[in-house]
């Protein structure tokens, strides 16, 4: 492979991954570390490519993507996910939803939903849910982030204790088999393990693609929640943590275990 062609690879790979290791990369090429190491030099003194301890990554990838990118990311999944908990909420409930794409999409299946008392951190969910149907919603404050319009730190923590609600739903950013429920943000993490706290039902919703991931921070173990909702059976290993620690799993278009 000639060293222009490798570098397009190189580049397709990241768009594809986020980011990825120097030595997966030798591996995928087919070439040695330090050809990857050569090949790699002019696109990180460039700025294209991100260099990180043993890897690299697009810049605009690196951790969680953009949250308006994220949201086309596996759109039809989410859409299915949402569907199915809003099915699974009345009228007239209270809802404490935590900032992110499946949570934003919670937010636009339970349009038809009427007298939702709804607690939030995140701009998009207060806007989408506020004004319609006699809702009720409050926002906790906070700096709000510039990507996501989210309100985090201690005052949006300490905001949402104050509330106990029928239903507390968090998205997240990976679910490994060791430490359950992961974020990349140690802000995000402690707002979300808030939010599980104060719900009769505790829940995280998920598309399949975080299932083995491994994210920065731990929010919760697989003990932390009642019920985990994706697209998708998980691996048998992530399955198997559910179990064990008896949290029900809810899959949109298929069966549902405990």
Known sequence: MIHSKRHGEILRLLQEEGTITIAS???????????????????????????????????????EAPFERRM????????????MVAATIRDGESIMLDTGTTTSFLARELLGHRRLTVVTNSSDIARTLATVNGNKVY????????????????????????????????????????????????????????????????LVITDHSKFGRQGLVQVCGFDGFSELATDRSPPDDIAAALAQAGARLSIAGGAAGS
Request: charged residues 25%; hydrophobic residues 45%; glycine residues 10%.
């Open 25 to 63: 990369l030798a591996d995928r090429l087919g070439v040695s570390l330090e050809t990857v190491r050569r090949d790699v030099k002019p696109l990180t003194s460039d700025g294209s490519v991100l260099k990180m301890h043993g890897a690299i990554g697009l810049l605009s990838m690196a951790g």
């Open 72 to 83: 086309r990311e596996n759109a039809d999944a989410k859409r299915a996910i949402a569907r």
């Open 139 to 202: 926002m906790a404050g906070g700096e709000l982030r510039s990507d996501s319009g989210a309100a985090f730190g201690v005052s949006a923590i300490e905001f949402v204790s104050r509330f106990s609600v029928s239903h507390a739903v968090i998205s997240t950013g990976a679910v490994d088999t060791a430490m359950g429920i992961m974020d990349y943000n140690l802000e995000e993490a402690e707002f979300a393990r808030m939010v599980l706290s104060r719900g009769q039902r505790s």
